[in-house]
């Protein structure tokens, strides 16, 4: 049992790690891609759906992603002040450019 504890670094902690597909707005930074991830709520009022969007700083090692990328994106270490986040996978890619 604790062979695959170790193995499998997120369960350790007690969990799976997070996962979020959103899109990539910024890749200015060196290994560093903004990714924005929208969701819909339910307004509390209204009854009503509506768009919530949140951005996440990821990594990204190879400096792969574009903007508009469809990427997915994994909980990982503080890598640095505002990235807890780090590329997992290039779902779609951008078209033109």
Avoid: F
Avoid at 17 to 41: A, W
Avoid at 59 to 83: A, F, M, Y
Wanted: charged share 35%; with cysteine; proline share 1%.
């Amino acid at each position: 049992m604790s062979e695959t504890i170790e193995q499998n670094g997120a369960e350790e902690h007690g969990g799976r790690r997070q996962k979020l597909t959103g899109t990539v707005v910024s890749n200015k930074g060196d290994k560093t891609i903004i990714v924005k991830v929208e969701r819909t709520i339910m307004h509390k009022l209204y009854q009503r759906y509506v768009k919530s969007s949140k951005r996440y700083a990821a990594h990204d090692e190879e400096n792969t992603c574009r903007e508009g990328d469809l990427v997915e994106i994994i909980q990982s270490r503080p890598l640095s002040k505002t990235k807890r986040w780090r590329l997992n996978e290039v779902l779609q890619r951008a078209e033109g450019v």
